[in-house]
Nanobody, 117 residues
Framework: QVQLVESGGGLVQPGGSLRLSCVASGSINNMGWFRQAPGKQRELVAT???????NYADSVKGRFTISRDNAKTTVYLQMSSLKPEDTAVYYC??????????????WGQGTQVTVSS
């Protein structure tokens, strides 16, 4: 069983930046981020494979960057040029099914990101 712990959420003004971190209890190849806004379904934000290949939702391309450490235990989401519509609870996710664009088996507890002036 893999435990995921996120950190780094908060309140930021439009146009600002935040970096989210997710630490896994062990090394795991495929990790990613999902988000869920109030009244909306959870959606994929970005994924990264063990080999470093990345994938992004169209809505965040060019603004968000996913990365990871060499030990494959920590994944980051650097968010820039934030918009109010980025407001959501962001969840770390991990597992082999991410390669198929669907959530893996492991979830973090979520961290709130609020973009507002």
């Amino acid at each position: 069983q893999v435990q995921l712990v996120e950190s780094g959420g908060g309140l930021v003004q439009p146009g600002g930046s935040l970096r989210l971190s997710c630490v896994a209890s062990g090394s795991i190849n495929n990790m990613g981020w999902f988000r869920q806004a109030p009244g909306k379904q959870r959606e994929l934000v970005a994924t990264i494979t063990g080999g470093g290949s990345t994938n992004y939702a169209d809505s965040v391309k060019g603004r968000f960057t996913i990365s990871r450490d060499n030990a494959k235990t920590t994944v980051y989401l650097q968010m820039s040029s934030l918009k109010p519509e980025d407001t959501a609870v962001y969840y770390c996710n991990a597992g082999s099914r991410l390669l198929l664009g669907v959530p893996g088996n492991y979830w973090g507890q979520g961290t709130q990101v609020t973009v507002s002036s």
